[in-house]
T-cell receptor
């Protein structure tokens, strides 16, 4: 049973650039959520996608955007990168209507 | 807004001993879920145990059990027979239904647990 996968594992970008992170949900799951985890902190909710639409959004600026594809995989895009965007980005998948989320291994983004 | 507080930034326990991690939360909701997640140095967030608020019985998963006190808004995790592989960050998390089939997790800041040989 394939779990949640994310790519790339690590990424280094320069301030002002744009980045795209990718996530494939656990087999059978249809909902994808994205979280940002700064060093030494708990994850913070960015947004959640179901049926290719953003269903919920946390307190993040419009520079953070996403997409969900018909096969339920998802992308997280961040524009105009800031140093403060350096973090571990976690993707989690679930079945719609289920509170239980399963996480991928994360993408470590470093902005210099 | 919901908040989750973990008051123990770091804890240590001897191998084979028992340790309890604390978590409190604040919500006005009556129906919700609580979770404990484990994040080892490999950084993969692993679901350890879940508790539905409507269930009075405390959840148990092998060596892991919770003490859920709904009135006190307390949700502690007990790890019995601690093993070296239990060394990790432990996060308490809260979720409630947000509409349109959506749930979002709110996490505490975590407790770093070290199991000492």
């Amino acid at each position: 049973d394939a779990g949640v996968t994310q790519s790339p594992t690590h990424l280094i970008k320069t301030r002002g650039q744009q980045v795209t992170l990718r996530c494939s949900p656990k087999s059978g799951h249809d909902t994808v959520s994205w979280y940002q985890q700064a060093l030494g902190q708990g994850p913070q909710f960015i947004f959640q996608y179901y049926e290719e639409e953003e269903r919920q959004r946390g307190n993040f600026p419009d520079r953070f955007s996403g997409h969900q594809f018909p096969n339920y995989s998802s992308e997280l895009n961040v524009n105009a990168l800031l140093l403060g965007d350096s973090a571990l980005y976690l993707c989690a998948s679930s079945l719609v209507g289920s509170g239980e989320q399963y996480f991928g291994p994360g993408t470590r983004l470093t902005v210099t | 807004a919901q908040t989750v507080t973990q008051s123990q930034p770091e804890m240590s326990v001897q191998e084979a001993e028992t340790v309890t991690l604390s978590c409190t939360y604040d919500t006005s909701e009556n129906n919700y879920y609580l979770f404990w997640y484990k994040q080892p140095p490999s950084r993969q967030m692993i679901l350890v145990i879940r508790q539905e608020a409507y269930k009075q019985q405390n959840a148990t998963e092998n060596r892991f059990s919770v003490n859920f006190q709904k009135a006190a808004k307390s949700f502690s995790l007990k790890i019995s027979d601690s093993q070296l592989g239990d060394t990790a960050m432990y996060f308490c998390a809260f979720t409630r239904y947000s509409g349109a089939g959506s749930y979002q997790l709110t996490f505490g800041k975590g407790t770093k647990l070290s199991v000492i040989p």
